[in-house]
């Protein structure tokens, strides 16, 4: 009786325990073309702190500590829907705009996703490379190397919001 109470006990724990875990596992990152969908807002302290993270010198931080000022003045927000469809909105000094389109996963892998960008105005990038940090943490830029070069080498940080 005592072994039956110690097997059933032991079965329901692991029947908990891998109910709780993610396809694949614990450290399975899941199709992150799905975890895309939803509501990401820009984090501007990331950006500020990788931006400075890959300055050459203590003159170019000190240059990107003053920039960083106006990084955080921008409020940045998208919405990724499962239909395809996507919204950005822009706040900034007081001033706002809204652009819808649409989006498609054109390449994932394990940490990032490729997505093709139609009708999301007319400076945002055709391609673009989002780069997965952790689960509620993406980083995003240009795909193409000619838009890099036209943009710069602008990496923006997103913090999930829903």
């Given amino acids: 009786m005592f072994k039956k109470m110690i097997a059933v006990l032991f079965m329901g724990v692991f029947a908990v325990s ?3 875990q993610r ?3 614990n450290n399975a990152k899941g199709d992150r073309a799905d975890q895309l969908i939803g509501q990401w807002e820009i984090d501007s302290e990331a950006m500020v ?4 993270a890959q300055a050459k010198d203590e003159k170019e931080k000190e240059r990107l500590r003053k920039e960083a000022e106006f990084a955080t003045a921008m409020k940045i927000s998208f919405e990724f829907k499962k239909d395809g469809s996507a919204e950005m909105n822009q706040e900034m000094f007081g001033k706002s705009r ?7 996963v054109e390449s994932k892998n ?3 996703v490729t997505i093709s ?3 999301m105005g007319k400076n945002a990038p055709k391609k673009v490379l989002i780069r997965f940090m952790s689960d509620n943490q993406i980083k995003m830029e240009a795909a193409d190397e ?11 940080m997103f913090k999930r919001v829903s």
């Fill in 18 to 20: 891998m109910g709780c």
């Fill in 23 to 25: 396809p694949g596992g």
């Fill in 49 to 52: 702190e990788s931006m400075i």
């Fill in 98 to 104: 809204t652009e819808s389109g649409t989006y498609k």
């Fill in 110 to 112: 394990e940490d990032t």
């Fill in 117 to 119: 960008v139609q009708d």
């Fill in 146 to 156: 000619a838009e890099k070069k036209k943009m710069g080498p602008v990496a923006m």
